[in-house]
């Protein structure tokens, strides 16, 4: 019989793993493609080529401070777009996520969220990272939509 100190214990470890898993952004990602319609990209070859390299300025910079840093999305799809506006999480159809032509190649996004590459129960670290890349990102001239959960 398993006594109710080592059910406790065992129960708060497996809150903090799973915590740990499902708030994984590759993890939230995965979860997202799975669920919802249409595609998003995470390529950086899907951004418009000035914005694309402004991004990149932006992460290596931020990289080179330490931080993981993770694009999570950049291009969308208009079904995906579609999506969101129903849901309540884009407030537009004519996102700075969409842009150009629908295939590979030809996409030229002005977006892209940028995300710590760590579990989000640890907001702290990530609301310091935001900051900083709030900051990183004005000085390279990139519009501040990179941002947990943008609008746009
Ligand atoms: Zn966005």
Redesign the pocket.
């Known amino acids: 019989m398993v006594r109710p100190m080592k059910l406790t214990i065992l129960f708060v470890v497996g809150t903090f793993f799973f915590l740990n898993v499902i708030t994984f952004p590759p993890v939230m990602g995965l979860l997202g493609e799975l669920t919802s319609p249409g595609f998003e990209s995470t390529e950086l070859d899907d951004l418009d080529p000035s914005f694309r390299k402004r991004l990149t300025n932006t992460v290596t910079l931020l990289k080179a401070e330490g931080y993981p840093v993770w694009v999570g999305?950049t291009w969308r799809s208009k079904e995906r777009q579609v999506f969101y506006k129903t849901k309540g999480w884009s407030q537009t159809l004519n996102s700075?996520?969409r842009g150009g032509g629908e295939e590979p190649g030809k996409r030229r996004a002005k977006?892209?969220?940028i995300r710590l590459n760590i579990p989000l129960i640890y907001l702290p670290i990530h609301a310091a990272f935001y900051h900083r890349l709030q900051k990183t990102a004005l000085e390279e001239g990139s519009p501040p939509?990179t941002?947990i959960a943008?609008r746009?």
Do not use: G, V
């Open positions: 999305s700075m996520h977006a892209a969220d939509t941002r943008c746009k």
